[in-house]
């Protein structure tokens, strides 16, 4: 079974860091892309961030500069440093697996793991 | 920020069709970029409903399909059930971000 497991959410202050880890199973990690998407509580779904299988890495605007995604696929495993963290990153981030297409689908989505940034 | 556009609600009686628009622009969609659909029940994670604009996954009934027509794209669901109350997004690339990007949100509600 696929299978995607958030962790390293919880309760952070404003200015301050976090990482975040995805464990994979279930598939051959090294030959995916793998993103981050975040919900904000009550709101919509936002792209984050992505590492292609070549090392290739895309942010989003609102992210770019404060987070810095990575993998390890030896251990098959993803993470986002976040550092800088403002109330607006306060959601919950999902690890995502892209099925490779002339337009990349995000199958399976991870649980998710709740980052809330306040004083 | 969206770039995709999606009714907020969108509501229907058991067995009805509804429809949910996703509307974007030459940058996404209008570019010929392919959009996918993903349900998120009440508490759970999003999942893949509709990828490639109309194909459905393993286990995805029938009832749901989708199309794209320019800068637009559409999810139907034909008779209607309880269990299809659920928050609906549509999902995309945009040339001008560089990203990937998702509609505004839909909440379908069975009447």
């Known amino acids: 079974e696929v299978q995607l497991v958030e962790s390293g959410g919880g309760l952070v202050q404003p200015g301050g860091s976090l990482r975040l880890s995805c464990a994979a199973s279930?598939?051959?990690?090294?030959?995916?892309?793998i993103n981050w998407v975040r919900q904000a509580p009550g709101k919509g779904l936002e792209w984050v961030s992505y590492?292609?299988?070549?090392?290739?890495?895309s942010y989003a605007d609102s992210v770019k500069g404060r987070f810095t995604i990575s993998r390890d696929d030896a251990k098959n495993s993803l993470y986002l440093q976040m550092n800088s963290l403002r109330a607006e990153d306060t959601a919950v981030y999902y690890c995502?697996?892209?099925?490779?297409?002339?337009?990349?689908?995000?199958?399976?989505w991870g649980q998710g793991t709740l980052v809330t940034v306040s004083s | 920020q969206s770039v995709l556009t999606q009714p907020p609600s969108v509501s229907g009686a058991p067995g009805q069709r509804v429809t949910i628009s996703c509307t974007g622009s030459?940058?996404?969609?209008?570019?010929?970029?392919?959009v996918h659909w993903y349900q998120q029940l009440p508490g759970t994670a999003p999942r893949l409903l509709i990828y490639?604009?109309?194909n459905r996954p393993s286990g995805v009934p029938d009832r749901f399909s989708g199309s794209k027509s320019g800068t637009s794209a559409s999810l139907a669901i034909t008779g209607l059930q309880a269990e299809d109350e659920a928050d609906y997004y549509c999902?995309?690339?945009?040339?001008?971000?560089?990203?990937?990007?998702f509609g505004t949100g839909t909440k379908v509600t069975v009447l």
């Open positions: 279930g598939f051959t990690f090294i030959s995916y892309e």
């Open positions: 590492i292609r299988s070549s090392g290739t890495i």
């Open positions: 995502v697996r892209a099925i490779p297409a002339a337009i990349n689908w995000f199958d399976p």
């Open positions: 030459s940058s996404n969609i209008g570019a010929r970029y392919d």
């Open positions: 999902q995309s690339y945009d040339s001008n971000l560089s990203g990937y990007v």
């Open positions: 490639a604009n109309n």
